[in-house]
């Protein structure tokens, strides 16, 4: 980029610190707003696998590799399928030195990105409410409390209900009829063994076939995330009069539905210690493009937010995020970096969303395709070679 231009990036998520991150080391400015006071001032959610075709290429752009390796937990990558009765369908254990997708948590990977860009980058505590377009691609951002800004580029990485979308596009995420309840269970070795036993170091699922299911997750400092999913109605619990903040209610209504559920998976439904979090799950329709649109562009769950089934979103925001600061610090004008970013991501981005949709529907339709884990895992590292050799060919060009 032969000029100064002002880089405003909304969303301090992964995708935005990434974005940020990688700029920075390309000697370009930028500045972070986001509406939470602090990088932990909330539960920032489960644990994310970072594909090595993705989410790690991404992190060696911005020279994180180390930091998250010492942060990661390769062990994470385990997998547990079960019947409803609790009977084993497959399983999967990667090799000691599978680094094909290693977990990590969120809050963690945030805090490490954070810790990873210059001092004052990140506006914390700066809400979004409005952006105007002021002509030859500049836009004014208002924000909440009466701050304002002016940039040449807008980066929209604030996640599904995006404040910068609609000024690219008038899509919306749309209810995929799946709703999760979210279930938290801390010191599991001492307090849950049996949630311990079920979900070992990586995930376990459990379907039945007909729209239900109980998903459990390891993440760090000795807690399991459970998510108990089922195919209803968005307002299914004001249909079937159960206070989402009474734990009891709700407890005796998933041992109703749940009703011949083994045994075994039972405490997922009723012994979580911090309540229940309803999460239905949304999806932009996929594939997504728009047109150019002069100083604005869109990265991870802003641009392609899809269904968790496959585990693409944060690292697509990742790769997403690297990929538009290359660009930026590479071409000539703002324009053709955008151009050239939006291209690639189109590309990528949209399979990848409809493929992910379709795993969500499948799985709660039949339950009856498991993943090959292993395969799965080489298709990551040869994908990840293959992109490093055509980023190194286009590079020599």
Same mark, same amino acid.
């Given at each position: 980029?032969?000029?100064?231009?002002?880089?405003?990036?909304?969303g301090?998520?992964?995708?935005?610190?990434m974005?940020?991150?990688?700029?920075?080391?390309?000697?370009?400015?930028?500045a972070?707003?986001?509406?939470?006071?602090?990088?932990d001032?909330?539960?920032?959610?489960?644990?994310?696998?970072?594909?090595?075709?993705?989410?790690?290429?991404?992190?060696?752009?911005?020279?994180?590799?180390?930091?998250?390796?010492?942060?990661?937990?390769?062990?994470?990558?385990?997998?547990?399928?079960?019947?409803?009765?609790?009977?084993?369908?497959?399983?999967?254990?990667p090799?000691?030195?599978?680094?094909?997708?290693?977990?990590?948590?969120?809050?963690?990977?945030?805090?490490?990105?954070?810790?990873?860009?210059?001092?004052?980058?990140?506006?914390?505590?700066?809400?979004?409410?409005?952006?105007v377009?002021?002509?030859?691609?500049?836009?004014?951002?208002e924000?909440a409390?009466? +701050? @304002?800004v002016?940039?040449? &580029?807008?980066?929209?990485a604030? *996640?599904?209900?995006? /404040?910068?979308? !609609?000024?690219?596009? #008038?899509a919306?995420?749309?209810?995929?009829?799946?709703?999760l309840?979210?279930?938290?269970?801390?010191?599991?070795?001492?307090?849950?063994?049996?949630?311990?036993?079920?979900?070992?170091?990586?995930?376990?699922?459990?379907?039945?076939?007909?729209g239900?299911?109980?998903?459990?997750?390891r993440?760090?400092?000795?807690?399991?995330?459970?998510?108990?999913g089922?195919r209803?109605?968005?307002?299914?619990?004001?249909?079937?009069?159960?206070?989402?903040?009474?734990? +009891? @209610?709700?407890?005796?209504? &998933?041992?109703?539905?749940?009703? *011949?559920?083994?045994? /075994?998976l039972? !405490?997922?439904?009723? #012994?979580?210690?911090?309540?229940?979090?309803?999460?239905?799950?949304?999806?932009?329709?996929?594939?997504?493009?728009?047109?150019?649109?002069?100083?604005?562009?869109?990265?991870?769950?802003?641009?392609h937010?899809?269904?968790p089934?496959?585990?693409?979103?944060?690292?697509?925001?990742?790769?997403?995020?690297?990929?538009?600061?290359?660009?930026?610090?590479?071409?000539?004008?703002?324009d053709?970096?955008?151009?050239?970013?939006?291209?690639?991501?189109?590309?990528?981005?949209?399979?990848?969303?409809?493929?992910?949709?379709?795993?969500?529907e499948?799985?709660f339709?039949?339950?009856?395709?498991?993943? #090959?884990?292993?395969?799965?895992?080489?298709?990551y590292?040869?994908?990840?070679?293959?992109?490093?050799?055509?980023?190194?060919?286009?590079?020599?060009?």
């Amino acid at each position: 980029m032969k000029t100064t231009p002002r880089i405003a990036v909304i969303g301090a998520g992964p995708a935005g610190l990434m974005c940020a991150r990688v700029l920075q080391l390309r000697g370009v400015d930028v500045a972070v707003y986001d509406a939470d006071a602090s990088v932990d001032a909330r539960d920032a959610g489960g644990t994310l696998d970072l594909h090595a075709d993705s989410g790690q290429i991404a992190l060696e752009d911005a020279g994180l590799m180390e930091a998250f390796t010492e942060l990661a937990r390769p062990e994470g990558q385990a997998h547990l399928r079960l019947d409803q009765h609790g009977a084993v369908l497959a399983s999967f254990v990667p090799d000691g030195d599978d680094d094909a997708a290693p977990e990590i948590d969120r809050g963690r990977l945030r805090a490490m990105l954070a810790a990873h860009v210059a001092p004052g980058t990140v506006r914390w505590g700066h809400k979004l409410v409005r952006a105007v377009a002021v002509g030859e691609g500049g836009h004014r951002l208002e924000f909440a409390g009466g +701050a @304002a800004v002016e940039a040449d &580029l807008v980066i929209g990485a604030d *996640g599904a209900w995006s /404040r910068v979308r !609609p000024l690219v596009s #008038d899509a919306v995420p749309r209810y995929s009829g799946v709703s999760l309840l979210e279930v938290r269970f801390d010191d599991v070795e001492r307090r849950h063994p049996r949630i311990t036993e079920l979900v070992g170091d990586g995930h376990m699922f459990a379907n039945n076939g007909n729209g239900q299911a109980i998903i459990g997750q390891r993440n760090g400092h000795g807690v399991v995330r459970g998510y108990v999913g089922m195919r209803a109605p968005l307002d299914w619990h004001t249909a079937a009069g159960v206070d989402l903040g009474d734990a +009891a @209610a709700v407890r005796g209504f &998933l041992l109703e539905e749940f009703s *011949g559920w083994a045994e /075994r998976l039972l !405490p997922f439904l009723i #012994d979580s210690d911090h309540g229940y979090t309803n999460r239905p799950l949304h999806a932009l329709p996929a594939p997504l493009a728009w047109e150019r649109t002069p100083g604005v562009t869109l990265l991870g769950d802003a641009a392609h937010l899809m269904s968790p089934f496959g585990g693409h979103g944060a690292n697509l925001a990742m790769l997403d995020a690297a990929e538009l600061a290359r660009a930026i610090a590479e071409e000539p004008t703002l324009d053709a970096a955008v151009t050239r970013y939006e291209t690639a991501m189109f590309a990528r981005s949209g399979p990848l969303a409809v493929g992910a949709n379709q795993a969500l529907e499948r799985f709660f339709a039949s339950g009856s395709h498991i993943p #090959d884990h292993a395969a799965e895992h080489q298709r990551y590292k040869e994908a990840a070679a293959d992109y490093r050799r055509r980023q190194g060919a286009s590079a020599a060009e």
